[in-house]
């Protein structure tokens, strides 16, 4: 085998700089240049191989190595070099990490080669192609002539030679004596160091350790001296200099000859800015203007030159003269060649070259803003801050003062435009573990919102969703979005009769189905399955603004109809940014869904992780109402956030407890209790309570729980939200004296659809505001004296349990309802403060099928755990229903011919069944008495069956207890030694896998009635 021969030319002023930042930090990827490209079509994949190696053939730069054998660097430029493409099968959700991995392997300078090339294939004509390069033998202008010409050939054009190789510029930069009089000018009495407003002091040495945000940001007016005159703005106002200096990189290819250069031939120039009291935006931009070209017409210089002339101190802790870059760059276009098309995307190197760098970007209509910076310095949240104060100025009037600036994100940024932009500018990151990408995630959703558009889908109106949780309601809400419209979120485990109601009364004019519920009325239905003849393209639609619908969700109305609450575009869009940054999630976590989308706090699982491009992973229904399949399942799933509300953590606490892994653990829809928050916070994890009703937005109140032994309280309000304690006369009450919440913002819904009276009374105007609204939440407080709020109750019959918000009303209205009820009172009954259950009181006495009709009309949080038969409903003096005179329920009567335990595991049983039904020793309990009859609901059997797991070291599923609800029946189950359970529950067990709620519910009537299958 022949070695190819090698030629030694002087390295470039460029080259030089990069070698000794280089042996300042070994190791480092930060000055690698990475890329992904798309490629789409039928990929002859020997053909792309032949085309690189014919690129790398024509550019000497791709044949480069540096080295310094007497410590000055010099390029050595071999005669060829062999290019691999190496193929890799992979899945769609594994290519991100797969493109992250290649592009932050460092290089060896001087054994090379600097570029390397890896092809991930997803299918047939689906690949991605990873072209990784240092610095040292590219730019970015040398990447766009790199992805031209390799499409080029691919497509078998034949290309002129190169007028000129990278040695050649060198070897004439060399040659060059620059004027550099107008640097030496231009830099008198510079600054020496940008005082940005950093998390941490700087260290002495810097690591190179950078972090990347990205965001789609709207622009008018996109020229450079504009965009780069109010970025000056913000530095200014941030860092209190009225003079500073802010890096730009410049394309330095003044010679038509080094157009087609594959190189780094690239500058740096500072560009200098100065502000006073009275300079407006106008000034700014003016000034920016004349600076730009002034740099441009003597960008030849090399960086270090302007450097040495600027005679600042040099310091290992910073870069010289300027710590921050500013850019404005085009995002490569899609080259195609014949059927196949190549669409290359820049990717982070994990590294950061200066303090901050601001590169906007434009990618046709579309602008995006890519940060990086360096994680020594700053944290996440100091960035975003600064984001915002960046797309904050971009509207302003030319004649505002640039001290009168705002510099904080208003908070009308829709729900719609904040997790649609971030879909866009994280196309490959994984938003569904498992599943789906960013990219497919916006396609799919555009391929159904042109479907809905088609279907009749309007403006500011619902878009029914009764869709499995998971993939398909994402895909549909963004949809419903980008239709302009909001959603209107129906559980399909909900009675049918219950969902059709709902879509009837919020008007939805198109509801989305996938088949598995029909939900007939008059609207279209538009199957989500079939939509793939409509285009992957953004459809032309109403844009959404703040005072828009984000989305219809019912809560129980008292009296007997649920309530749609209309929630703005610009409600939500506020939580999820105030979520956001209170969570600070970041690129190794990972969010376990488990909340049906048609509760309110589901919109913090499914959206905020959106924002980071944080990966979420969504649970079954059935591993979610079991304690120990939902703890198994967050484990097995890696999760490191989970959101829940008291009674779904209480269930994985006795499944096992949560698992370590689980980082942040958030509670909501529910009073947190101060022994749940110890429970929770094992291990040292962080614990968030959230507070909110539905009418304010998901969460009003959040906050990071304090450890034992101080109280839980409610968390502060979040941003541009009020929390005040009020009397009757919505007047102010002091620290220690109970008032009634009412809470005002941004947040405040819209109010209740069709219930203009209703609305009236429960969102009042504020009298602390200019014009705004108060909603009354009927919850009870009082401020302590620290300025905390301690959650006492409800001022009202509403009831929560589970997590669920209950009017009591409601389920009497659907007793009553049935033929054969005269009349029903439904309360409250707490065995302990984890414990609450709903009873139904029924005169006469309860029908046979009263539970099936509960079920028919009512989701399963709603089912009352015990009917008692009363002959008439206590009452008042004044006619009013006496509640403390109905009878206690007796959760623990037992069956007529009542069997005492016949063995230890029997024994056992009984022991645990009182400790969870609370069940007096002097009450008999027999093995033939059902679980249900005596009060017990699914939450209770989740926390038995944990108890059965930890005490009898058997697993047995919650199917099971729906099989045999008895003490006889799950003793079997535990001993596993009955021939007659494995003949007979066990197909029934696995039927039941294919029940709805509803079809369990009703089963689970039936065998509280008193049936045994044994």
């Given at each position: 085998m022949s070695v190819p021969e090698v030629f030694r030319f002087p390295a470039s002023s460029g080259q030089r700089r990069l070698w000794l930042l280089d042996q300042l930090l070994p190791g480092s990827p930060v000055y690698n240049i990475g890329w992904r490209v798309a490629v789409d079509g039928p990929l002859d994949v020997d053909r792309l191989r032949s085309a690189l190696a014919d690129v790398v053939d024509r550019h000497e730069a791709l044949r480069t190595t540096l080295v310094a054998p007497d410590g000055v660097p010099e390029q050595v430029v071999a005669s060829t070099v062999p290019v691999e493409l190496?193929?890799?099968?992979?899945?769609?959700?594994?290519?991100?990490?797969?493109?992250?991995?290649?592009?932050?392997?460092?290089?060896?300078?001087?054994?090379?080669?600097?570029?390397?090339?890896?092809?991930?294939?997803?299918?047939?004509?689906?690949?991605?192609?990873?072209?990784?390069?240092?610095?040292?033998?590219?730019?970015?202008w040398s990447c766009a002539v790199l992805f031209d010409e390799l499409a080029r050939r691919y497509a078998g054009e034949d290309l002129p030679e190169p007028p000129i190789g990278y040695p050649d510029y060198a070897l004439w930069q060399q040659e060059q004596s620059f004027d550099d009089g107008y640097w030496r000018e231009r830099l008198r009495d510079v600054p020496t160091v940008l005082a940005l407003p950093t998390d941490r002091p700087r260290p002495e040495r810097p690591t190179g350790r950078g972090a990347e945000l990205r965001?789609?940001?709207?622009?008018?007016?996109?020229?450079?001296?504009?965009?780069?005159?109010?970025?000056?703005?913000?530095?200014?106002?941030?860092?209190?200099?009225?003079?500073?200096?802010?890096?730009?990189?410049?394309?330095?290819?003044?010679?038509?000859?080094?157009?087609?250069?594959?190189?780094?031939?690239?500058?740096?120039?500072?560009?200098?800015?100065?502000?006073?009291?009275?300079?407006?935006?106008?000034?700014?931009?003016?000034?920016?203007?004349?600076?730009?070209?002034?740099?441009?017409?003597?960008?030849?210089?090399?960086?270090?030159?302007?450097?040495?002339?600027?005679?600042?101190?040099?310091s290992l802790a910073h870069s010289p003269l300027v710590q921050v870059l500013f850019a404005v760059e085009p995002v490569p276009g899609v080259r195609t060649a014949g059927d196949v098309r190549f669409g290359p995307e820049p990717v982070h190197n994990g590294g950061a070259k200066f303090d901050l760098s601001l590169t906007v970007e434009r990618a046709g209509e579309d602008w995006f803003a890519r940060w990086q910076y360096d994680a020594e310095l700053f944290d996440r949240a100091s960035v975003v801050a600064l984001h915002d104060a960046f797309t904050a100025v971009l509207d302003a009037d030319a004649d505002t003062p640039v001290a009168e600036l705002p510099l904080v994100r208003s908070t009308s940024d829709t729900a719609a435009g904040l997790v649609l932009d971030a879909v866009a500018a994280h196309p490959d990151a994984v938003a569904l573990a498992g599943e789906l990408t960013c990219g497919e995630l916006d396609r799919a959703a555009n391929r159904l919102a042109h479907a809905l558009l088609a279907a009749g889908a309007r403006p500011d109106e619902p878009v029914a969703l009764c869709l499995d949780r998971g993939a398909a309601t994402l895909?549909?809400?963004?949809?419903?979005?980008?239709?302009?419209?909001?959603?209107?979120?129906?559980?399909?485990?909900?009675?049918?009769?219950?969902?059709?109601?709902?879509?009837?009364?919020?008007?939805?004019?198109?509801?989305?189905?996938?088949?598995?519920?029909a939900v007939g009325g008059p609207w279209t239905t538009v199957d989500s399955r079939a939509v793939h003849e409509f285009p992957d393209t953004p459809p032309q639609a109403v844009p959404q603004h703040p005072g828009m619908l984000a989305y219809v969700l019912y809560t129980s109305g008292s009296t007997g109809t649920p309530k749609g609450v209309r929630v703005t575009q610009g409600g939500l869009g506020a939580l999820l940014s105030a979520m956001d940054d209170v969570l600070d999630l970041g690129s190794d976590d990972l969010l376990a869904s488990i909340t049906t989308p048609a509760f309110d706090v589901s919109t913090v699982e499914m959206f905020v992780p959106l924002l980071r491009g944080v990966p979420l992973t969504v649970l079954d229904a059935d591993e979610v109402a079991d304690g120990a399949l939902l703890r198994a399942r967050i484990d097995e799933s890696g999760a490191t956030v989970v959101q829940g509300g008291p009674a779904s953590w209480r269930m994985v606490v006795a499944a096992g407890g949560v698992p370590d892994r689980v980082r942040l653990r958030i509670s909501g829809g529910e009073a947190m209790t101060r022994d749940l928050a110890d429970e929770l916070q094992s291990g040292g994890a962080t614990v968030i309570d959230g507070y909110g009703p539905t009418e304010t937005t998901v969460y009003s109140a959040v906050g990071v729980v304090a450890r034992a032994p101080h109280p839980v309280r409610l968390g502060p309000a979040i941003a541009g939200t009020t929390l005040h304690v009020l009397d009757r006369a919505l007047r102010p009450v002091p620290p220690g004296v109970i008032g009634e919440l009412h809470i005002g913002g941004a947040g405040v819904a819209r109010g209740y659809h069709g219930r203009p009276d209703l609305t009236a009374a429960k969102f009042v105007p504020d009298p602390f505001g200019t014009g705004g609204r108060l909603y009354a939440t009927g919850d009870l407080v009082r401020r302590r004296v620290d300025g905390g709020l301690e959650f006492l109750g409800r001022a009202d019959r509403q009831l929560k349990i589970r997590g669920y918000r209950i009017e009591p009303g409601e389920v009497e209205a659907v007793l009553r309802a049935h033929p054969d009820v005269a009349d029903a009172v439904v309360v409250a009954w707490s065995a302990n403060a984890s414990d609450v259950r709903l009873v139904a009181y029924v005169v006469p006495a309860a029908p046979a099928d009263v539970r099936e009709h509960l079920a028919a009309h009512l989701p399963e949080y709603m089912l009352p755990a015990s009917v008692v038969d009363l002959e008439s409903v206590p009452r008042t003096g004044t006619g009013k229903v006496d509640r403390s005179a109905l009878p206690e329920p007796t959760w623990h009567t037992a069956s007529a011919d009542r069997v005492e335990p016949r063995d230890e595991t029997e024994a056992?049983?009984?022991?645990?069944?009182?400790?969870?039904l609370s069940i007096p020793e002097d009450v008999p309990l027999g093995v033939h008495d059902n679980f249900f009859a005596l009060g017990g609901h699914s939450l209770t059997a989740t926390q038995m069956l944990a108890r059965v797991r930890t005490t009898l070291s058997a697993q047995v599923p919650l199917a099971a207890l729906f099989a045999a609800p008895t003490i006889a029946g799950l003793s079997v189950a535990v001993r596993g030694a009955d021939d007659h359970l494995a003949r007979g529950p066990v197909p029934l067990l696995d039927q039941l896998d294919d029940l709805s709620d509803a079809e369990i519910d009703r089963l689970l009537g039936t065998l509280s009635d008193g049936e045994d299958v044994l």
């Open positions: 190496p193929v890799v099968d992979v899945a769609a959700t594994e290519v991100a990490a797969r493109v992250r991995d290649q592009v932050r392997v460092a290089f060896d300078l001087e054994t090379g080669p600097l570029f390397r090339a890896v092809l991930l294939r997803l299918t047939a004509d689906r690949h991605v192609l990873v072209l990784v390069l240092h610095h040292a033998i590219a730019d970015g965001a789609r940001i709207r622009v008018g007016d996109g020229s450079f001296a504009r965009l780069l005159a109010l970025f000056g703005c913000v530095l200014h106002r941030v860092t209190g200099q009225a003079d500073l200096l802010v890096a730009t990189p410049v394309a330095a290819r003044t010679r038509p000859e080094t157009e087609g250069l594959v190189g780094f031939v690239a500058n740096t120039v500072p560009l200098r800015a100065t502000f006073d009291e009275d300079t407006t935006v106008r000034d700014a931009v003016t000034a920016a203007e004349r600076e730009t070209v002034a740099a441009v017409a003597h960008q030849d210089l090399p960086f270090e030159r302007i450097v040495e002339l600027a005679d600042v101190p040099r895909v549909g809400v963004l949809a419903a979005w980008k239709a302009g419209a909001g959603y209107l979120p129906l559980d399909p485990s909900w009675p049918v009769h219950r969902l059709t109601s709902m879509a009837t009364d919020a008007g939805t004019p198109v509801l989305v189905t996938d088949g598995s519920v056992s049983m009984a022991v645990i069944w009182r400790a969870v």
